[in-house]
């Protein structure tokens, strides 16, 4: 199983950006598609972006589309979310995860890293 831990969040204001980062270790990095998610508060986790095991397939959630991305470098083992433009209703804990292809998450959630955008 690998082991991730989430890094990058904070607090920003509309419009800005934050890139998070998600370090694996323990297994081979590169075996896993991978995944973003995120919950706000009194809300359901939800998934937010999809990345391959290569890097080269990616999808997104709509809420996100066109200013998330998702992005892989597995010489570092590392996943990250770059992330612009963002809104107040990004406000969440961010999580990564090792996913299916379908973006379905199956192994341990880490701690994440909490993101707070304000208006």
């Known amino acids: 199983q690998v082991q991730l831990v989430e890094s990058g969040g904070g607090l920003v204001q509309a419009g800005g950006s934050l890139r998070l980062s998600c370090a694996a270790s323990?297994?081979?990095?590169?075996?896993?598609?991978m995944g973003w998610f995120r919950q706000a508060p009194g809300k359901e986790r939800e998934f937010v972006a999809y990345?391959?095991?290569?890097?080269?397939?990616?999808y997104y959630a709509d809420s996100v589309k066109g200013r998330f991305t998702i992005s892989r470098d597995n010489a570092k083992n590392t996943l990250y979310l770059q992330m612009n433009s963002l809104k107040p209703e990004d406000t969440a804990l961010y999580y990564c995860?090792?996913?299916?292809?379908?973006?379905?998450?199956?192994?341990?959630w880490g701690q994440g890293t909490q993101v707070t955008v304000s208006s």
């Open positions: 995860n090792t996913v299916l292809g379908n973006g379905t998450p199956f192994g341990s």
């Open positions: 990345t391959s095991r290569s890097g080269g397939g990616t």
């Open positions: 323990g297994r081979t990095f590169d075996n896993y598609h």
